[in-house]
Each structure stands twice: as C-alpha cells, then as structure tokens.
C-alpha cells in the first residue's frame, strides 16, 4: 500500500464509528502511521438484549492495541477539546464519526482534519450518502477525500474516486466497495497531500437522514422507484410492508410485467401491482422476513402461507 513509503510517516488521530470507517483505520495502521488516538462514538445498548457494547471501530482499535476516547460531546467541551489538541498530530482522519468538530479542533492538526465522504462530492453531502445515490437512480457513486471545513461537507476535495452503480447493486454493495476505496484514497492523500479543489456550489445535493418510516413501501409509486428503495435501504432501515396487518420485510425484490391497483398480488408468487411510470407496473417480491422468523426466498415463504391473487398490500 501506498502511505509510508516515501517517509511520510505522520502522528494522526483516527475519528470514526461504523463499519464503514474501519478498513481505513486498519490501512492507516498497516501502512506504519503513528495514530496517537482513536475517538468513536460511546458504547450503546444493542442487540435484542440492549447489552451496551462499543461500536465497530472501537473494537478494531482496541485489537490494534491504539487508545480510544470515547466523549460523548466536543462542542462544548473545553476539556476534550484541549485534550485533542495537546495530541501534537500532523492531521486527523475522519470516517462516519457521528459528531460534529468544532473549529478549535479543526484546526488543531497541522494538516488539519480529512475526512474520508462516501460520495462524489458536491453531490450527496449529508448523512446518507451512498442510499441516497441509489433511491435516485445514479449511475455511479464514489469516495471524495475532504479538507473538513465548518461547513456540512463543504471542504476543498483533495482526492475522488467513482465506482459503477448497476441495477443490481445495494446498499450493501456499495458499503463495502467504498469502504475499502476510502482506505485506498486516504493513504495516497497522507502521502501525495495533494492541492486542494474548491466545491462548486453548481450541482450539491443534501443526503437527509434516514429513519425506520422510509423503508415503508408505497405501492402508488411505480416499479423502478419501488426497486431502488429496496437496495438502497437494505441493510438499514429496510423496506416493508403490511399483509393482513403483518410487517412483511421485504429484502430482494425486482421489477416485472403487470398491471393492476396498486398493492394488489397479481399472482400466487409475490407479484405486487405498483403506481404507473417504469419497471413494467409490477415488483416481484424474491426475499422476505416475518417478524420471529429468519429470511426466507419469497418461494419458502409461501409454502408455509398462501398469498393468493387479489391480496392486498399496504
């Protein structure tokens, strides 16, 4: 891997929390940086038994044998942030952190703070950057390396990189490819520090937040759209919808030939009438999970209940 090699060995912090950010932390240590510390999110409740267990990067760290700090809040926290600072880093290296720097620590490195952003940046700056690529139907996506800036992603671009969005792929996809494209990109920034590029204000687009209603299908919306939001949303929020009053999760599905109300079964094999406009006026429902139950093909699920035609969905 590139990073180390030329002597550019530096003194870093690693900021991040999900999976997302951990290939790159594994990369950062792997290529002989001095990561000096580790900040995650704290320790929640999760699981079905709520045990308060700390997040994915934390647990990497902490196999790395690298210090973790785990404050609940920097804004207004003098203390951690004079902790942060007293540090010395040559730069910070952030990836789905989860809070929100503030100036003083922005500026603290002498290379200031990258963050590593999952999308082609202007486009997609905000929260859910890789479910909003595909619920919009682009044809690519990618990793941009940021100059973090007070701004919400807004920062001069140091380094992007694009990856193909098929009309196969998920969200679960494109998680993984990027994550380990960032822990590619970042290396070769550490390492090149190449100038920065400001934003164009032309083009940004906002990635809001999602939340568990957004998976909830509406069957008034044609196929294509319906099709989208089942990859982008899989694996988190997930999409569903109700049969007979039961939460029906809908994992896979795909877009077929068919016409009629919207919602209504149009076969004895999950294929559910959708809104006019593209992807043939059905999706078929290929992979599905009940509540108390494991995932299931659609054809599993229907050898222990019956969803004859003219059922209906909502």
Not at 149 to 176: F, Q, S, Y
Request: hydrophobic share 50%.
């Amino acid at each position: 891997m590139a990073g180390v090699v030329e002597g550019r060995r530096l003194r870093l912090a690693f900021m991040g929390t999900p999976d997302f950010a951990v290939p790159a932390l594994r990369a950062l240590h792997a290529a002989g940086h001095d990561i000096a510390a580790v900040y995650s999110q704290p320790p929640r409740p999760a699981g079905r038994g709520q045990a308060v267990r700390p997040c994915p990067v934390h647990l990497a760290a902490q196999a790395l044998g690298i210090e973790v700090r785990t404050p609940a809040r920097l804004r207004r926290d003098e203390v951690a942030q004079a902790a942060f600072a007293a540090l010395d880093l040559d730069v910070a290296v952030v990836a789905a952190y989860g809070l929100i720097l503030p100036e003083a620590m922005l500026a603290a490195p002498r290379r200031g703070c990258l963050n590593i952003h999952a999308s082609l940046l202007p486009r997609w700056r905000g929260a859910a950057p890789i479910q909003a690529a595909i619920l919009a139907g682009d044809s690519e996506t990618g990793v941009t390396i940021m100059q973090m800036d007070a701004g919400l992603d807004t920062g001069a671009m140091l380094l992007r990189a694009a990856v193909p969005i098929t009309a196969t792929t998920t969200a679960a996809d494109l998680h993984d490819a990027l994550a380990g494209l960032g822990a590619r990109l970042v290396l070769r920034a550490l390492d090149e520090d190449p100038a920065p590029v400001a934003q164009p204000d032309d083009g940004a687009t906002y990635a809001a937040k999602l939340s568990r209603d957004d998976g909830r299908i509406d069957w008034s919306r044609d196929a294509a759209a319906l099709d989208r939001q089942v990859r982008a949303l899989n694996p988190w929020p997930g999409t569903f919808t109700l049969l007979d009053g039961v939460v029906l999760k809908v994992l896979a599905a795909r877009p077929e030939r068919g016409q009629g109300v919207p919602g209504s079964v149009l076969d004895s094999a999950l294929l559910v009438a959708c809104g006019p406009g593209e992807g043939g006026g059905a999706l078929r429902l290929a992979r599905v999970q009940v509540p108390g139950r494991a995932a299931m093909a659609a054809a599993d699920f229907l050898r222990g209940r019956a969803v004859p035609a003219g059922t209906r969905l909502g």
